[in-house]
T-cell receptor
Framework: AQSVTQLGSHVSVSEGALVLLRCNYSSSVPPYLFWYVQYPNQGLQLLLKYTSAATLVKGINGFEAEFKKSETSFHLTKPSAHMSDAAEYFCAVSEASNYQLIWGAGTKLIIKP | NAGVTQTPKFQVLKTGQSMTLQCAQDMNHNSMYWYRQDPGMGLRLIYYSASEGTTDKGEVPNGYNVSRLNKREFSLRLESAAPSQTSVYFC??????????FGDGTRLSIL
């Protein structure tokens, strides 16, 4: 069965510092992997997706993620945090063929001035 | 550019009352989904509809029913609301080989 683990329910970084949000997955088949962002009182917006092409995926708002099969990881990074990045971030996995998403519990990103 | 529209945005119910949450998409997507979001638990799939005329249970279907009224609309019904169903409900849709698009959610409180 597929599962997703996001390490850290809350991550706090200073403005201008590196953002690193961790996601590990388990899947018995080649996975598709996604990061979504949720701003307060809004729905979820797709940041980026991995669908078996390039292992380094670039998304919106300067975020990127790297698929590492050996580590079963898909960590999200951004070189320099902005105040506007404060939100909750969700990692999700699906089997390549069906796009039925299994979700992590989410990580709330806090940006300190 | 409406995308996925959910109504209502907020609702307070008393235990035992019934209500229907509405979802409509204007992107001609085949598949539609209902999730609930609870703190620390991510999103959990309630029901989904892979195509018009079909519906299937997700991870947490108990206490809910759905109707895929047509290609655009997918409604979620609570027949007898319980406090455990207090949550934020999200509708999503997608087309073939594309990720899911989400509505802004319905915040439901059951007293």
């Amino acid at each position: 069965a597929q599962s997703v683990t996001q390490l850290g329910s809350h991550v706090s970084v200073s403005e201008g510092a590196l953002v690193l949000l961790r996601c590990n997955y388990s899947s018995s088949v080649p996975p598709y992997l996604f990061w979504y962002v949720q701003y307060p009182n809004q729905g979820l917006q797709l940041l980026l997706k991995y669908t078996s092409a390039a292992t380094l995926v670039k998304g919106i708002n300067g975020f990127e993620a790297e698929f590492k099969k050996s580590e079963t990881s898909f960590h999200l990074t951004k070189p320099s945090a902005h105040m506007s990045d404060a939100a909750e971030y969700f990692c999700a996995v699906s089997e390549a063929s069906n796009y039925q998403l299994i979700w992590g519990a989410g990580t709330k990103l806090i940006i300190k001035p | 550019n409406a995308g996925v529209t959910q109504t209502p945005k907020f609702q307070v119910l008393k235990t035992g009352q019934s209500m229907t949450l509405q979802c409509a998409q204007d992107m001609n997507h085949n598949s539609m989904y209902w999730y609930r979001q609870d703190p620390g638990m991510g999103l959990r799939l309630i029901y989904y509809s892979a195509s018009e005329g079909t519906t299937d249970k997700g991870e947490v279907p108990n206490g809910y029913n759905v109707s895929r009224l047509n290609k655009r609309e997918f409604s979620l019904r609570l027949e007898s609301a319980a406090p455990s169903q207090t949550s934020v409900y999200f509708c999503a849709s997608r087309t073939v080989n594309q990720p899911q698009h989400f509505g802004d959610g319905t915040r439901l409180s059951i007293l």
